[in-house]
């Protein structure tokens, strides 16, 4: 199959989409600080970008964000300039509103120029990955003294169907991570993940996993959210239940005897099928993508859906089939 492209769907890359970089080198380099900082910068990126965060988490050498790139919007130039308050420091908005106040001088040309040099990053999958990677560089290059890139050069991304019965499992693999890696046994005790800021009353994180419903529930809200995940995480319905979660010593149990894993189990699994295999979704929803994108694959392959192993899936499917370890029972993905 074809390198792809970043914008799988339309023009304009509109959709969903799980992004995962890595440091180079894998080394283990983010503490509380890093990560403190890389959440504040994930925030500042978006209130700019328009790209909107449905969940994401940092641990010590990646980081991985659950994103609805929308449709691009009419802004007018106080609304262009509203966007860069949000990401740029006073010092650097200085520098833009000058660049403005000459742009509007001039006119014509000149300031549709100013407009595009900002517009052209929003609602942009590339561009947002980018600002956000090279902002939270230059602040840990400057903090730690060093030079030089920060992270491999290429992220992964899949494309997930807006779909609840997708989404949630995708958000939910996502804030599992700090779990599989054995930090926490709940994530909502890890506070740099979506789901963590959301249990401890951040708004924008609680609005994100809202939108992983709104398909299913049209007035979907945080309880209704809140229910639904703790179900997904553990299998045991409500978020004050006190029956135990499942650890990683039962899941590997379960798997090294044959067993089949429930969805529950599979999300502390690491499974590269939600990192690895290009699109993710029901069987029509990938078949839709195989039809539009055909040039991407071999003459010989027929249809573009093909079946998660491990049971417990239910109607998902990718586009990529993997043969080499698409589940383990452990580690972080």
Not at 221 to 246: Q, T
Not at 302 to 319: H, I, S
């Given at each position: 199959m074809a390198r792809l492209r970043r914008h799988l769907l339309s023009p304009g890359g509109t959709g969903f989409y799980h992004c995962i970089s890595r440091v180079v080198d894998r080394n283990f380099v983010f503490g509380e600080s890093e990560r403190e900082v890389f959440r504040k910068t994930l925030r500042q990126v978006e209130a700019f970008s328009g790209v909107r965060v449905v969940t994401w988490t940092i641990l010590s050498n990646h980081f991985h964000v659950l994103v609805e790139v929308p449709a691009a919007e009419s802004l007018d130039d106080r609304e262009v300039l509203q966007r860069c308050r949000e990401l740029y420091s006073e010092h650097g908005m200085v520098a833009v509103e000058w660049e403005y106040g000459e742009a509007l001088r001039v006119g014509g040309a000149s300031l549709e120029r100013w407009r595009q040099k900002y517009l052209r990053r929003m609602w942009d999958l590339s561009e947002f990955m980018k600002t956000l990677k090279q902002k939270f560089t230059s602040w840990f290059n400057r903090t730690h003294e060093r030079v030089g890139t920060l992270w491999e050069s290429r992220f992964k991304s899949v494309l997930v169907e807006g779909s609840w019965g997708c989404l949630l499992k995708v958000a939910a693999y996502i804030d599992l991570n700090a779990v599989r890696a054995g930090m926490v046994e709940d994530p909502k005790d890890y506070r740099w993940c979506g789901y963590g800021e959301a249990v401890a009353g951040d708004r924008r994180a609680r609005r994100g996993l809202v939108t992983a419903m709104r398909s299913?529930?049209?007035?979907?809200?945080?309880?209704?959210?809140?229910?639904?995940?703790?179900?997904?995480?553990?299998?045991?319905?409500?978020?004050?239940?006190?029956?135990?979660?499942?650890?990683?010593?039962?899941?590997?149990?379960?798997?090294?005897?044959?067993?089949?894993?429930?969805?529950?189990?599979?999300?502390?699994?690491?499974?590269?099928?939600?990192?690895?295999?290009?699109?993710?979704?029901?069987?029509?929803?990938?078949?839709?993508?195989?039809?539009?994108?055909?040039?991407?694959?071999?003459?010989?392959?027929?249809?573009?859906?093909?079946?998660?192993?491990?049971?417990?899936?239910?109607?998902?499917?990718?586009?990529?089939?993997?043969?080499?370890?698409?589940?383990?029972?452990?580690?972080?993905?």
């Open positions: 299913e529930v049209a007035h979907a809200d945080w309880r209704h959210v809140r229910a639904a995940y703790r179900k997904l995480i553990f299998g045991i319905g409500e978020e004050n239940s006190a029956r135990p979660g499942i650890s990683r010593e039962q899941v590997a149990k379960v798997w090294a005897s044959g067993g089949e894993l429930s969805i529950a189990q599979l999300l502390r699994c690491r499974v590269r099928y939600l990192s690895d295999g290009v699109v993710v979704g029901t069987a029509g929803f990938v078949e839709r993508f195989f039809e539009a994108r055909r040039e991407m694959f071999s003459a010989g392959r027929e249809t573009g859906a093909r079946k998660l192993k491990g049971a417990g899936w239910g109607d998902l499917r990718c586009v990529r089939a993997l043969g080499v370890e698409p589940i383990s029972p452990s580690g972080d993905g």
